[in-house]
């Protein structure tokens, strides 16, 4: 059996193309720095997640890297209804934005 089919068997869901996904996430130089914050939707950002946050996008910035701010929806029971932009826009108040992934509440890049 190919890759392609057994791909199709078991993410039929997915349904980005391999050219979908690389427009999605560009090439980087090699060696790039990547951090990233990914925290759960769960409510507001506490002190912890801020400061989380703040030494991945410090250290991106320091090696002219990408933080890349990944939102980890696995705990779809306390999910909360605008947690994405809870996150985002706390992590904005504090002068934080990612320079890939979720980019605002229905945008990720």
Avoid: C
């Amino acid at each position: 059996m190919d890759s392609e089919k057994l791909a199709d068997l078991l993410f039929p869901e997915v349904s980005e193309s391999i050219e979908d996904v690389k427009k999605k996430y560009p090439d980087r130089p090699a060696g790039q720095l990547v951090t990233r914050f990914a925290p759960s939707p769960t409510g507001f950002l506490h002190l912890g997640g801020i400061f989380s946050a703040l030494v991945s996008w410090l250290l991106a910035k320091q090696q002219k890297g990408v933080f890349f701010l990944r939102i980890e929806d696995t705990d779809q029971q306390r999910k909360t209804e605008h947690g994405v932009s809870l996150i985002i826009n706390g992590l904005k108040q504090f002068g934080l934005e990612a320079g890939e992934g979720w980019v605002s509440a229905t945008e990720e890049r």
